[in-house]
């Protein structure tokens, strides 16, 4: 922390005592010690110097106590070589200076009772702008909305803008957010206030800006509104300054401009704040106070645009942005989301094995980013051609805080879901294999794909505000734009996939569940494993921890395993319990590791649909890119169909390309080496993992085993295939038992 600031602070805490001691001893020149002092219709007597001290002032007597409390809380001066610790002197100096300007306004009221204006609203007519203190009337109207959320807090402007025109642009700004904005002191003779009625901006508490007063000393309002509100709503008791002041830390959001040159007065007040937990911002060059303690994050920062200012305050004090609108011409909400669009409704698509279709989520820095920020790149919506099919690639990067890279996946799988929320907008899949199916409806009604970054920003805002603080979405419809994120993507879904490698089922006690998808396949649970990741792909072990680390009420909800039932097929006692719950009854019992008993639930969101070949002895897989037919009779699409509505089908069933090579995979039917047909992308796509795996089993061979759709479509034609290299499925114990 800057020793300047703390000088200019603690010299400018002095002089205010000193200033108020004057003021005081001058009024009991004029009045009798009994005269009656304090702010109009109140019960909460000079609320701050109440709130934390529990010290009633009813007459002019009554402010010697806590006017030699200001005087003792002042630090000894800064002096010398030393530069740490000052934090702890700095907030006594500025805590007497609020003590001593909340006498300075009472005196005030007492020698110049018409000063301020007894009204919710400035009278500008007659001259009269400042409003005062806020009687209990006007506390019990508004200061609840501090409370029950529909404010999340205020921001206290002090000083002058450059222009008006900039001191309208910041205060639209925080009104838009719901904030109060409380004005305060002049610069130069200038304040925001009058800026703001020249530009023509109504003010007054109805329009949330409040115009306190003109000099620094009236900030105290502000602080004494929200103690205020803490001791009737907050249950908060006058006097226990502790809870007082971690109430205001946690609960209300608050924070300080200040426009123009910082005087030591003004340091003061800021160092005062700084007890609340309400950082200052500053447009000019002041030392700053950086490192993070009482506030949230930063004290004090300096030099900040005019244009960053509301920005980088609801970072800095970590007041999380509510989008409550979603901007788009069609309907939204999860009523939307098993909504389908089927031939004759589609206008055109992405992906849905004509074109490349990819979704990548990646936390950024918080300066490269610029929330809410969306754009094409490419052709959109008007200029698409009835029918066709286009390449699309929605790229999405947030910042925030407290994000981490384990968050990426779970806000990327929720691009499915908020997708679907759209009227006549279809999503299926996720990762590379997305798949969006825009209706004729969507487009008479305006649809552009920007309106799917508007949806992403708006809810992630929403529901992940605890983690991240800014979204910003990129929708590429250029082939070679596409491209270049679906290689960057594979790379992170790669990444990502790793993260379980080396785990194993039996080293943790708890699994995960997902229930993500049941809006579609109701009576679906999907269970994650370290060994089995989710059957679509897109969330492992690791990734529903992190989500529940996130949402302790959402989706992924921890399952205690407990007693195990079958090491080989993977039942386990807990997960039962668990599923039957969660499917509300219809599914009691399922295992992990097996396709031809009991096996896990499947919904449309599979990557790929394993199947028996009862003659091969063996097991076939095909993934959703697969377009064509299989030795088990049915396509991708087909199998999908007769059983991704969520039940457990003996002889098939989902999973992810990623799960085929963990140790698990279908070891209750004899596993990996059962594998006997792939389709040739699939193979490839994973030959390295198929190469590593088969090794460790003793069989190094064994890709070269695996029959694929050039050798053979039916188990007639691939068999004489399987018996020439010696599959070891056709040795195992036959299938079907
Ligand atoms: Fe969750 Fe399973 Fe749906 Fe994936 S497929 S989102 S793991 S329920
Ligand atoms: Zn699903």
């Not at 010398?80 to 934090?87: Q, S």
């Not at 009269?128 to 006007?138: E, L």
């Not at 991240?468 to 590429?476: A, E, F, G, M």
């Amino acid at each position: 922390m800057s020793r300047l600031v703390a000088f200019a602070a603690i010299q400018g805490a002095y002089n205010i005592v000193s200033k108020v001691e004057g003021k005081y001893q001058q009024a009991l020149k004029a009045h009798n010690a009994s005269t009656k002092v304090g702010f109009p219709n109140t019960a909460y007597y000079l609320p701050v110097i109440y709130s934390l001290i529990g010290h009633k002032v009813e007459t002019l007597e009554d402010m010697k106590k806590p006017l030699a409390f200001a005087r003792g809380l002042l630090p000894p001066h800064v002096k010398g070589a030393h530069h740490l610790p000052y934090l702890g002197p700095l907030l006594d100096a500025g805590m007497a200076a609020l003590f001593a300007f909340e006498i300075e306004e009472a005196l005030r009221y007492l020698n110049e009772p018409n000063f301020y204006i007894h009204s919710e609203d400035p009278d500008i007519e007659n001259g009269k702008i400042w409003v005062g203190a806020a009687d209990d009337i006007v506390l019990r109207k508004r200061g609840v909305e501090f409370v029950d959320g529909s404010a999340p807090g205020f921001a206290a402007i002090v000083g002058a803008a450059p222009t008006p025109e900039i001191a309208k642009m910041i205060v639209e700004d925080y009104q838009k957010r719901s904030l109060y904005i409380f004005c305060a002191a002049n610069q130069n003779g200038t304040t925001v206030i009058e800026q703001l009625l020249q530009a023509g901006v109504q003010v007054g508490w109805n329009t949330r800006i409040v115009p306190f007063g003109p000099d620094i000393s009236s900030a105290i309002f502000a602080l004494g509104f929200a103690n205020r509100a803490a001791m009737a709503f907050g249950g908060v008791q006058p006097g226990d300054y502790k809870k007082m002041l971690l109430y205001n830390k946690d609960r209300i959001f608050a924070f300080v401009n200040a426009l123009g040159d910082v005087n030591a007065e003004w340091a003061a007040a800021a160092a005062g704040c700084v007890n609340w937990g309400f950082p200052t911002l500053a447009d000019t060059d002041i030392p700053e106070i950086l490192p993070t303690g009482i506030c949230t994050y930063e004290h004090v920062v300096a030099n900040v645009k005019h244009e960053e200012m509301v920005q980088k305050s609801v970072e800095i004090r970590g007041l999380k942005v509510t989008v409550s609108q979603i901007d788009i011409p069609l309907a939204f909400g999860p009523a939307y989301e098993g909504e389908r669009v089927r031939g004759a409704d589609l206008y055109c698509q992405a992906g849905g094995g004509k074109t490349q279709c990819t979704e990548l989520v990646k936390m950024a820095e918080m300066n490269e980013i610029e929330d809410g920020k969306v754009t094409v790149v490419g052709p959109d919506m008007p200029d698409m051609k009835a029918g066709s099919s286009f390449p699309m690639a929605v790229y999405v990067q947030v910042a925030g805080r407290q994000m981490q890279p384990d968050f990426e996946p779970i806000l990327e799988r929720q691009i499915h879901h908020l997708t679907n929320y759209i009227q006549y907008i279809m999503h299926i899949g996720q990762r590379d294999i997305a798949w969006v199916r825009i209706s004729k409806a969507a487009i008479e009604k305006g649809f552009s794909l920007k309106h799917i970054g508007v949806v992403l920003h708006a809810k992630f805002h929403q529901d992940f505000g605890k983690i991240l603080d800014k979204v910003q979405v990129t929708i590429y419809t250029n082939k070679e734009d596409v491209d270049k994120i679906t290689t960057r993507a594979r790379a992170e879904y790669r990444t990502r996939d790793e993260r379980v490698e080396k785990m194993r089922d039996e080293d943790v006690e708890t699994y995960y569940s997902c229930t993500l998808c049941q809006s579609f396949a109701p009576t679906h649970v999907c269970s994650v494993s370290p060994e089995r990741t989710g059957l679509c792909g897109a969330y492992n072990w690791m990734d529903c921890k992190a989500s529940f680390e996130i949402n302790p009420v959402g989706p992924n909800q921890p399952i205690e395993k407990g007693e195990c039932i079958d090491p080989k097929l993977g039942q386990w006692k807990g997960v039962n319990e668990f599923v039957a719950k969660a499917s509300r009854g219809a599914i009691t019992h399922y295992n992990f590791y097996s396709l031809m008993h009991s096996p896990m639930t499947t919904c449309g969101c599979c990557e790929c649909i394993a199947a028996t070949l009862p003659q091969c002895n063996g097991v076939m897989t095909v993934n959703r890119d697969y377009t064509g037919e299989t030795p088990c009779g049915m396509k991708f699409t087909t199998l999908a169909g007769v059983m991704g509505g969520g039940a457990s089908s003996p002889g098939f069933v989902g999973h992810s390309k990623y799960n085929i090579t963990q140790g698990k995979f279908l070891v209750g039917d004899g596993g990996f080496l059962r594998i006997v047909w792939l389709p040739k992308i699939l193979k490839e796509e994973i030959k390295e993992r198929i190469i590593k795996r088969a090794t460790a089993l003793g069989v190094p061979n064994f890709y070269d085993m695996i029959a694929d759709e050039t050798v053979g479509m039916t188990e007639e034609e691939i068999l004489p295939f399987l018996k020439k290299v010696n599959h070891p499925a056709l040795s195992m114990p036959s299938l079907i038992g």
